[in-house]
């Protein structure tokens, strides 16, 4: 039976699509698109999973249907494959011989006499270097005394110049508060992209019984896989779920209206 990986790639190469089209299109992260097409069904929970076979079959005009067939069988199959028993291994390579210990060398022998008058001639050499950089020091210049009247009046000049740009300073313009807050707390394990303002999206997944809150200043963008999965509040307001479990929804909006709304 042909896997459903082959079966995909096929079908988007006679369409001629590349990875980067089904990701745009979908909305799922071409990292996730990669793992599938390598036949790597272990980067993130099977509910995931099956949700990103489901709209790449969509994509290529295939059956989901069969797809997931295809993908349930050759998971069974693997999963109740026989090990692999001690004969099929391969023999165990011999370790390496012992390494035979070489004879060592004996240096050349030092004279104490030559090692005594090199010391000497080292020490003479330090006191001449530390004598010459002594009388090389140069005399520090005297301190020159200045008028207490010139000193206030470089004073009065330079708190005037001073206030005159203090005068040509302006008050920075007013920052967007972040007075939108919306928070998400997971049932079960959630992917979900969201966009904060016009900031670029961001990537996250929630495990079971995790939390989320994040902070805009006019809205936020959502796209989510398994969103049955999740409840999601807005400042004080309960939005609840915004799909079926299992299920994925792309581009739900929430600004300062949502608060509004019934």
Request: cysteine-free; aromatic content about 6%.
């Amino acid at each position: 039976m042909e896997s459903p990986v082959t079966e995909l790639k096929r079908a988007r190469e006679q369409k001629r699509m590349s990875l980067s089209d089904i990701a745009d299109a979908t909305l799922i992260n071409i990292r996730f698109l990669e793992e599938i097409e390598r036949g790597n069904y272990s980067f993130l929970p099977q509910t995931y999973v099956r949700a990103f076979l489901r709209e790449y079959a969509l994509m290529v005009e295939l059956s989901p249907d069969e797809v997931l067939r295809s993908y349930e069988s050759r998971t069974v199959a693997q999963a109740t494959a026989p090990p692999v028993s001690e004969q099929e291994l391969p023999p165990p390579e011999p370790p390496p011989p012992p390494a035979v210990p070489q004879d060592r060398k004996e240096g050349p022998s030092i004279n104490p006499t030559m090692a005594l008058v090199a010391l000497v001639v080292i020490g003479v050499l330090a006191v001449v270097v530390a004598l010459w950089n002594i009388m090389d020091t140069e005399t520090p210049a005297a301190v020159r005394e200045i008028p207490f009247d010139s000193v206030r009046e470089e004073q009065a000049r330079g708190v005037a110049a001073d206030s005159g740009k203090t005068a040509a300073i302006r008050p920075p313009s007013a920052v967007p508060v972040d007075t939108l807050v919306l928070t998400a707390l997971a049932s079960d394990s959630v992917w979900m992209q969201v966009v904060i303002d016009n900031a670029p999206a961001r990537n996250i997944f929630l495990k079971r019984d995790g939390k989320g809150t994040w902070k805009a200043a006019k809205r936020f963008m959502l796209t989510l896989g398994n969103a049955g999965a999740v409840e999601f509040t807005l400042n004080k307001k309960k939005l609840g779920k915004l799909g079926q479990p299992g299920s994925v929804v792309k581009n739900i909006e929430f600004t300062h209206s949502t608060l509004t709304q019934k």
